[in-house]
């Protein structure tokens, strides 16, 4: 099986959609396309978990299937969103200095790409 993840650092939803819509085309083909927050893409969950905001329903969707393994502790805690990410579920990770590390994922057969 495919396994691709996806480290999403931009906070631009322009750019982020097409990491939702990416992990869900890939869990929709059997694949396995997840997601980790990280930089300045941490602060994006806080605004997409708004019912009103435009991304909210795909949001909704990757967040249902568990496609996100987490968002990054280091800068979740810089940027002051632990808590809406605690309140939404998402898992904060980094064991690399409070940062999640590409080569755990590497070791388990992910293919990383980056937005």
Request: charged share 25%; proline share 3%.
């Amino acid at each position: 099986m495919e396994k691709v993840i996806f480290f999403a650092f931009r906070a631009d939803p322009m750019c982020f959609v097409h990491v939702l819509l990416n992990s869900l085309d890939l869990n929709d083909k059997g694949m396995d396309g997840r997601i980790i927050l990280e930089g300045e893409a941490v602060k994006l969950v806080q605004k997409m978990a708004d019912e009103k905001h435009f991304l909210n329903k795909l949001y909704t969707k990757v967040k249902g299937r568990n496609l996100f393994v987490g968002a990054c502790r280091a800068c979740s805690n810089k940027l002051g969103v632990t808590e809406p990410l605690e309140g939404e579920n998402i898992p904060l990770i980094g064991e690399m200095m409070g940062h999640p590390a590409m080569s755990d994922y590497i070791q388990q057969g992910y293919r990383i790409i980056t937005f």
